[in-house]
Structures are given as structure tokens and as C-alpha cells.
């Protein structure tokens, strides 16, 4: 037989002793979600910064791959029938890469949905309109006391949150004529 998994739940590490310990515990979090929100403002900073340099050091890279690109694509297109030997093969294999000819799936595109809709039904194309059926959750929400009638139906309660709201007091801010 085997034996039971037991599940140990992790201890609570800071929990205040008096109100003076939750008091000084509440300006922690303030303190301590200050310090992480300009990490994070350092790390956003960063990346930015990364991100142009990158930008900045790629942006000729890009241009010549994307002229390179449209040169092989232009030979080849003039050149198709003899590298897929007469439209028998889709590619062709130069030794340094492949180039590949690929047919792309058919796709629909519709405006105006209520009219195509109207359409099909005119010329008798039911087969090109979809009918959904789905329980209307707000209306169950509305009436709950009837909803809850419903074999298979639980309405739960929103249940309640707990928030911890340290007092956050804006630094006076310096223009650059104070600060001379």
C-alpha cells in the first residue's frame, strides 16, 4: 500500500506581534514595492536603451538582407523553370541554402457580414451559415435564485480581497530653475 503524500503548508514568516509592528510592516511594503517598482523603471530603462542600440547597429544589416532578398527571389522567378527542372519540383538546392516555391492555403475575407449572411440565405447556401448556441452567464447573474435551478448551474460568490494600501507622499519636485 502506498503511502499518503503529505502536504505541509509553508509557515507565515513576518507576522506583526502588536500594532506598532503592523504599523512599521505597512510603510515596509510602501518602502519595499518603491524599491521594486525602480528596479523595474531601471530594467524597462534598459532594455529601451538596448533596443535602439539595436535598432541603431541592424537597420544597414537589415536593408542589405532585405536587397539580397528580392535580388535571389527576381533570378529566380526569371529563372524558375529551369531550377525546378520544368515545374516538377518546388525548389532548388544551390549547396549554401534552399530557395522553395510554396502555395499558400485559400483564405476568406468578408465585409459587411450581416449582408453576406442575408445572401446566402436568399440563394439557399445554408450550408455557409453557422448557428452558435451558448448559456448567457450575465442573464444567470441577473437572477441568480433561478439560475441556481439549473441542474449543473453554481453561482459563487465574488468573494472578498485583501489589500494593503501604504501611504504614498509625492516628492516635491525640482525645476531646473530652483535647482540653480
Given at each position: 500500500?502506498?503511502?499518503?503524500?503529505?502536504?505541509?503548508?509553508?509557515?507565515?514568516?513576518?507576522?506583526?506581534?502588536?500594532?506598532?509592528?503592523?504599523?512599521?510592516?505597512?510603510?515596509?511594503?510602501?518602502?519595499?514595492?518603491?524599491?521594486i517598482?525602480?528596479?523595474?523603471?531601471?530594467?524597462?530603462?534598459?532594455?529601451?536603451?538596448?533596443?535602439?542600440?539595436?535598432?541603431?547597429?541592424?537597420?544597414?544589416?537589415?536593408?542589405?538582407?532585405?536587397?539580397?532578398?528580392?535580388?535571389?527571389?527576381?533570378?529566380?522567378?526569371?529563372?524558375?523553370?529551369?531550377?525546378?527542372?520544368?515545374?516538377?519540383?518546388?525548389?532548388?538546392?544551390?549547396?549554401?541554402?534552399?530557395?522553395?516555391?510554396?502555395?499558400?492555403?485559400?483564405?476568406?475575407s468578408?465585409?459587411?457580414?450581416?449582408?453576406?449572411?442575408?445572401?446566402?440565405?436568399?440563394?439557399?447556401?445554408?450550408?455557409?451559415?453557422?448557428?452558435?448556441?451558448?448559456?448567457?452567464?450575465?442573464?444567470?447573474?441577473?437572477?441568480?435564485?433561478?439560475?441556481?435551478?439549473?441542474?449543473?448551474?453554481?453561482?459563487?460568490?465574488?468573494?472578498?480581497?485583501?489589500?494593503?494600501?501604504?501611504?504614498e507622499?509625492?516628492?516635491?519636485?525640482?525645476?531646473?530653475?530652483?535647482?540653480?
Open positions: 500500500m502506498a503511502a499518503k503524500a503529505k502536504s505541509k503548508s509553508k509557515a507565515i514568516a513576518r507576522v506583526p506581534q502588536s500594532r506598532h509592528d503592523a504599523v512599521w510592516a505597512v510603510g515596509r511594503i510602501g518602502t519595499l514595492r518603491r524599491l517598482a525602480q528596479q523595474q523603471a531601471t530594467a524597462e530603462e534598459s532594455i529601451r536603451i538596448a533596443g535602439e542600440l539595436l535598432e541603431q547597429n541592424t537597420a544597414d544589416l537589415i536593408t542589405e538582407l532585405a536587397e539580397h532578398e528580392r535580388g535571389v527571389q527576381t533570378w529566380c522567378e526569371a529563372n524558375r523553370n529551369s531550377l525546378t527542372n520544368d515545374g516538377k519540383v518546388k525548389f532548388h538546392d544551390f549547396g549554401t541554402g534552399q530557395v522553395k516555391w510554396r502555395m499558400r492555403p485559400a483564405s476568406v468578408m465585409r459587411g457580414v450581416e449582408a453576406i449572411i442575408a445572401a446566402c440565405k436568399k440563394l439557399g447556401f445554408k450550408k455557409f451559415i453557422r448557428t452558435k448556441e451558448e448559456v448567457n452567464k450575465e442573464a444567470m447573474l441577473a437572477e441568480p435564485d433561478k439560475a441556481r435551478l439549473v441542474t449543473g448551474v453554481t453561482i459563487k460568490s465574488a468573494g472578498e480581497d485583501f489589500e494593503i494600501a501604504p501611504l507622499i509625492a516628492a516635491p519636485s525640482i525645476s531646473a530653475g530652483d535647482a540653480a
